[in-house]
Structures are given as C-alpha cells and as structure tokens.
C-alpha cells in the first residue's frame, strides 16, 4: 500500500500510522552488533564514513533536526551532512560517535534499516553487506542486533512483537508505525537519491 493511497487522519482529527511490511529474509541477515570491542578491533566503524565513488554513503538530516546538528558542529547542505575527507565529522579518533549521548541524527539511529525505493518493505541497507559486522564471528540475525533501531522506529512493545515473530521462525510481516517518522525517513530518501543523482 503506498503512502499517498492511505488517509492521514482518521474522522477525529487523529493521525493513522503508516502501514509497513518487513522482509523477515533481510532482518535475519547476520550481522554483529556495534560493541565497542568490536569497533576498536574489527570495523572501526566503516558505516561512518562516505566513498561517494565506491559506496554511496550519504549521511542524510531531516529538516527538524538540522539546527540541532548545526549546533553540535555539522555542516548540512541539501539535506546531506557535508564529510570532507569521505569521513562524518562527528566521527572521533577512536571511531566512536562524538554526539551519540545528544542525539545521532535520525538516519543513523535506525542504521541499517531502511526502506524500500519503491515501497513501504523494511529491509537492510545494502551497504551493510560491505562492512565487516556482515557475518561475521559472533553475528547475530538484524533483528537482534539492531533491536535499539527498530525500537525506535517501532517502539518496544511492537519491537518485542516483531522479535516474538521472527523467532517462531514466521515470514513477513505487516506492521504500523508511525505516520510522522515514516514521513521523516522518506524524506531522508529523497535527499539521497537527489545527491546521488548530482555526484553521478
Ligand atoms: S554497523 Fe557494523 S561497521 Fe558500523 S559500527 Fe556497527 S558493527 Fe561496526
Ligand atoms: S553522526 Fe555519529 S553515527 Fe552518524 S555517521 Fe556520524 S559518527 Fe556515525
């Protein structure tokens, strides 16, 4: 079901949560979790940085929060945080997120999920597969090592619901979620599609 073909608010003025399917085949891909071991010694935290050329990493800042980032130091340009040296500003030396107490924009919190391009299927982003957390030793399905994404996406009791689901070894399955965080994520979208199609 598309976004556009469902009604925003119900007869009260209430709004109506998007419906969203979720590919079970994708949150069961391995992957190990972002544990500071793991950083120091294995990733270094890849997923922070940008290759243009090589890997399309786009760093991308929804309008509500961009003088939240400005504030903290980051330089937003068409809804793309600017990372010279292919590199997120708010990377530090020792590949940790300098602003993950005062909040990672909402592109990074909800990494590595996605959504489709043209659709509403979550799934895990592609460039995920290139980093070395990808099934690797002590790899857990996306589900689990990534729960504190989809809680924010989904929040707990449905993430909990999700996890139940999952484990039973079900398939995919459809889920609601809030309208104003879909709305924010898709525009995140578009912000990338639109640099991408300026760097190609
Ligand atoms: S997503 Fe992967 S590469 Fe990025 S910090 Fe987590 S474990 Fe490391
Ligand atoms: S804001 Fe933090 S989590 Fe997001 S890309 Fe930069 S360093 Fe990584």
């Known amino acids: 079901m598309s976004s556009q073909s469902f009604p925003k608010k119900d007869i009260f003025g209430k ?10 085949k994708s949150l069961r891909d391995m992957f190990h979790p972002c544990t500071l071991g793991f950083i120091s010694k294995v ?5 922070c940085e ?7 990493t786009l760093i991308a800042i929804a309008p509500f929060e961009q003088p939240r ?15 010279p ?9 020792q590949n940790l997120c300098s602003i993950h107490e005062k909040g990672q924009p909402l592109g990074c919190s909800i990494s590595p999920f996605t959504f489709t391009k043209n659709g509403n299927t979550l799934i895990v982003r592609n460039r995920y597969r290139r980093l070395r957390c990808w099934r690797a030793k002590g790899a857990k ?13 989904f929040g ?3 993430t909990e619901e999700i996890a139940q689901h ?17 709305a924010r994520l898709r525009g995140n979208d578009e912000s990338r599609f639109a640099a991408l199609k300026v760097v190609e």
């Open 156 to 158: 707990a009791e449905k």
């Open 50 to 56: 940008t290759s243009l050329t090589e890997q399309h």
């Open 166 to 182: 999952l484990d039973k070894g079900g398939g995919d399955l459809v889920v609601e979620m809030d309208r104003e965080i879909f």
């Open 15 to 24: 709004e109506i949560p998007v419906r969203v399917k979720i590919s079970a």
């Open 141 to 153: 399905p996306a589900y689990k090592a990534h729960r504190r994404s989809l809680e924010i996406l």
């Open 85 to 93: 040296n292919k590199r997120c500003t708010f990377k530090n030396d």
């Open 43 to 47: 990733c270094h935290a890849h997923c």
């Open 69 to 83: 980032i400005e504030s903290l130091g980051g330089v937003v340009k068409n809804g793309i945080l600017q990372t």
